[in-house]
């Protein structure tokens, strides 16, 4: 019933099947395929695939930018973190320099106030031994008086004006 025959064209065979070449036969194979291809719904298949994908892209995407978003404010925040840091660091710096030269001078007028009060101690020990040794001085010099004046009253006084003193002092308590 086929009918196979083989046309000799030019020195070339080329094969047919019910009078049709390979060209139309590709080309009923092809459509056929399409044919069963949008029967089954494979259009509708690859478009809702297609649109899936893009839709998970687009999601995606949108993700990236959102965390593209965050990652900007994070690095905001942490860049005002590093200025309120580095801002602090120098207040830090600015007050411990301040005490340290509070400290610094506190120390100064601490030190001077000590080198005047021992030097007045000092000062006062020396008056205290000058008055001291003036006293011992005075003390010695009155002994040395009297041990003096007794021995010059005994040797140039006698009895009677020994008597004659006693009258006077006793004298001088009843008037008195």
Do not use: C
Not at 21 to 29: E, G, N, R
Not at 67 to 80: G, M, Q, T
């Amino acid at each position: 019933m086929a009918d196979f025959t083989l046309i000799l064209a030019e020195g070339v065979v080329e094969p047919t099947a019910f009078g049709l070449d390979a060209t139309v036969w590709v080309s009923i194979a092809m459509l056929v395929f399409l044919g069963i291809l949008v029967w089954k719904g494979v259009p509708g298949a690859i478009a809702a695939m297609l649109d899936k994908r893009i839709a998970e892209i687009s999601k995606q995407l949108g993700e990236a930018e959102q965390l593209r978003l965050d990652a900007e404010s994070l690095k905001a925040e942490y860049e005002a973190k590093l200025a309120d840091a580095a801002k602090e660091a120098d207040e830090m710096r600015a007050r411990a320099d301040a005490e340290a030269q509070a400290l610094v001078a506190k120390a100064k007028a601490d030190a001077t106030a000590l080198i005047a009060r021992r030097k007045q101690m000092a000062e006062d020990r020396i008056a205290a031994a000058e008055a001291n040794a003036l006293a011992e001085v005075r003390a010695a010099a009155v002994k040395a008086a009297t041990e003096a004046a007794a021995k010059l009253i005994a040797d140039r006084h006698d009895v009677a004006a020994d008597k004659a003193l006693v009258d006077q002092a006793i004298a001088s308590i009843a008037k008195g």
